[in-house]
């Protein structure tokens, strides 16, 4: 697996740099990183109802859409970012357990 760490705080770039991964290439990947203030949305979730445009829009905080389903989040540089990208069937059932090792294994080893 290879683990990607960088500076870049843009979400738009984060998220297309997730969905790139996963496209383009079969190794497994860990990608970890920061964004700046932004509201993640999943794949399936509507955007009107699940933020104040209102207020992101006077507050200028950027909206992103994930290619993965799951809740509205926001992020922020108070937290760290983690991506488990593994190509696999779609459909095909999620075993966590399988992705949370790996991922506590290279923070362990990152201090």
């Given at each position: 697996?290879?683990?990607?760490?960088?500076?870049?705080?843009?979400?738009?770039?984060?998220?297309?740099?997730?969905?790139?991964?996963?496209?383009?290439?079969?190794?497994?990947?860990?990608?970890l990183y920061i964004n700046d203030p932004s509201v993640i949305i999943g794949k399936h979730q509507n955007v009107y109802a699940e933020i104040n445009l209102d207020f992101v829009s006077k507050?200028?905080?950027?909206?992103?859409?994930?290619?993965?389903?799951?809740?509205?989040?926001?992020?922020?540089?108070g937290n760290l970012n983690f991506s488990f990208i593994r190509n696999g069937k779609e459909g095909e059932l999620v075993n966590f357990y399988d992705?949370?090792?790996?991922?506590?294994?290279?923070?362990?080893?990152?201090g």
């Amino acid at each position: 697996m290879l683990c990607i760490r960088h500076d870049i705080t843009d979400p738009y770039f984060n998220l297309a740099t997730e969905e790139y991964f996963l496209k383009k290439f079969s190794q497994e990947f860990l990608m970890l990183y920061i964004n700046d203030p932004s509201v993640i949305i999943g794949k399936h979730q509507n955007v009107y109802a699940e933020i104040n445009l209102d207020f992101v829009s006077k507050n200028h905080i950027k909206v992103v859409r994930r290619i993965s389903g799951g809740g509205t989040v926001w992020h922020d540089h108070g937290n760290l970012n983690f991506s488990f990208i593994r190509n696999g069937k779609e459909g095909e059932l999620v075993n966590f357990y399988d992705y949370s090792v790996p991922i506590l294994g290279v923070l362990k080893r990152l201090g």
